[in-house]
């Protein structure tokens, strides 16, 4: 059988190509690399990498991203700026969510069932798309801020209605 | 006397990269200052403080060799700058004089 071979995880890789400033991504991306290499070494594989996606997350910072039109690629000719900003929402939505996902590995203070991450899965895309559907449809900027505004509001009441129960109703958690 | 006044950090990675004496580039930052002073650093906190003080003059940097544990990408090796070095001059000098500022007794060992 053939040795699987040591490799960062792509997904991630891709993930530090979409957000990294093209100015310093080669020496940083060798770092990532050389960095994983150490760890696979020190640690085992299934360990470098978790610690491998920790640095990708801890380099999302504003000193290390690009500027936002490199982030949306609005100049582009494959894709529009429309559906730039869609994917950009969907990306920053679907970040949102790995977010727990990497804090369970490292606390046992969160511990989110299947079921958790369906429902603020379907949340958080029910108001990514709700947004993008404003930023469409609503022309001027004072509107847009405020409908944008409080369809967050309304996210985070039912975030924290389904968390802690601030309301009572039927679907409160504890 | 200098108007810059170095973060904790800042001075961290400014005094290891005189350490390394032209071998300075990322991951060898991190190893000397876990080898010295037993602390955890994240390349993303690593890299914002490199760019900071770069864009400050108290460094600056070259591409070196590329190698295939790198995935074939350039290390970028830093060097202090003469305003680097002076400004690391600055802060050892009013960190001795706190130090000698302080009464004899307040340090006696109990």
Partial sequence: ?????????????????????????????GDLFESYKNYSERFGKKKAKWLFIKEVLFLFRPAIIGNINQLMNINSTIMSSKNGRLIAIMATMMGLLIIPLIA??????????????????????????????????????????????????IFLLVWAELAVGIFGTAFAGT | MSQYHLGEFEEIVLLTVAILDGKAYGISIIEEIEV???????????????????????LRSEFGEATKVRGGKRKRFYE?????RQILRDTKEQRVSLWNAIPKTVLKFS
Wanted: net charge positive.
């Fill in chain 1, 1 to 29: 059988m053939k040795p699987t071979e040591d490799k960062p995880p792509k997904l991630f890789v891709k993930f530090f190509r979409w957000f990294c400033n093209t100015d310093f991504q080669e020496e940083i991306e």
């Fill in chain 1, 104 to 153: 369970m590995q490292f606390s046992k203070e969160v511990n989110w069932s299947i079921f958790d991450f369906v429902v603020m899965g379907a949340l958080l895309l029910s108001t990514g798309l709700l947004c993008e559907l404003v930023l469409r449809k609503v022309k001027t900027t004072r509107n847009r801020i405020i409908i944008c505004g409080a369809v967050v509001f």
């Fill in chain 2, 80 to 84: 202090i700058t003469s305003k680097g």
């Fill in chain 2, 36 to 58: 010295r002073i037993e602390r955890n650093v994240s390349l993303g906190a690593l890299q914002t403080v490199l760019k900071r003080l770069e864009e400050k003059g108290l």
